[in-house]
């Protein structure tokens, strides 16, 4: 079992559709994707994949987690949406190459090794296919990643930042190689929790991310909470809410052709 399958990432990623659907709609804006052949990589429960199925293409959804997939399909079940799940790693995922119109991700290539996963983009696309994804934004305040830092450092032996994928020279260099006319947006997703006791159980109880995060803390694990409690109490509003923005960015690019 992999870390993703602890806690409900379900429920994180009803949270963050929005995003899955802005990651689609950008894909679509250059390649029209009825009938195309579309690759959804660390689809998690299937977001971005049900929302291409939703604009016509024939979607496949790869995830490294067996759990995730297996919500995947019982969501796409009951959205009367016919998907092909596949168990595999989105860096490796054995499917032919250039058979992919259309590669999307809502928040999760960015947590693979970059080259290989640029590699594995490359070689699934057929030439003038489109990738579309997103990446979590840098910012000087973020009351869900900061206490992780203050009280746990970094990861050790960490070759790379998600959030690297947000910076736009890392971007560009990254995909240029193999792919042309990288366009890269900015837009905000909006976290609103109905109390902090409940933004504190979406960190504690629900999200995958922040529960391996605690299980690593060990004996700092109560500090950690704590860190987060602390963190998030600072955007408690006079209803009671918490609510904060996090900026993310869309990225889409074209293969080469040559």
């Known amino acids: 079992m992999t870390e993703w399958a602890s806690g409900d990432y379900d429920a994180v990623a009803r949270r963050i559709a929005g995003i899955a659907r802005h990651v689609v709609d950008a894909v679509a804006e250059r390649r029209p994707l009825a009938g195309a052949a579309v690759v959804d990589l660390a689809c998690g429960t299937g977001t971005a994949a049900l929302a291409a199925a939703a604009h016509g293409a024939r979607v496949t959804g790869v995830d490294v987690t067996p759990e995730l997939i297996a919500v995947a399909a019982e969501n796409a079940c009951r959205s009367g949406l016919n998907l092909t799940w596949e168990v595999a790693d989105a860096t490796e995922t054995g499917l032919p190459s250039g058979s992919a119109e259309a590669v999307v991700s809502s928040m999760g290539l960015i947590f693979t090794e970059p080259d290989a996963q640029v590699k594995e983009l490359a070689r699934l696309l057929k030439p003038g296919g489109v990738v579309g994804f997103s990446a979590w934004l840098r910012v000087a305040v973020n009351p869900l990643i900061d206490p992780i830092g203050l009280v746990l450092g970094p990861p050790p032996g960490a070759t790379f930042s998600p959030d690297g994928w947000a910076e736009t020279a890392t971007t560009l260099a990254r995909l240029w190689p193999a792919f042309t006319d990288i366009r890269i947006t900015t837009a905000t997703h909006r976290w609103v929790?109905?109390?902090?006791?409940?933004?504190?159980?979406?960190?504690?109880?629900?999200?995958?991310?922040?529960?391996?995060?605690?299980?690593?803390?060990?004996?700092?694990?109560?500090?950690?909470?704590g860190a987060f409690e602390t963190a998030l109490a600072a955007h408690v509003g006079a209803d009671g809410r918490v609510a904060f923005d996090a900026p993310y960015r869309v990225i889409t690019a074209e293969r080469r052709t040559v």
């Open 193 to 225: 929790f109905a109390s902090l006791p409940d933004a504190l159980s979406f960190v504690v109880d629900t999200s995958p991310m922040h529960i391996s995060a605690i299980e690593r803390a060990g004996r700092r694990r109560d500090r950690l909470i």
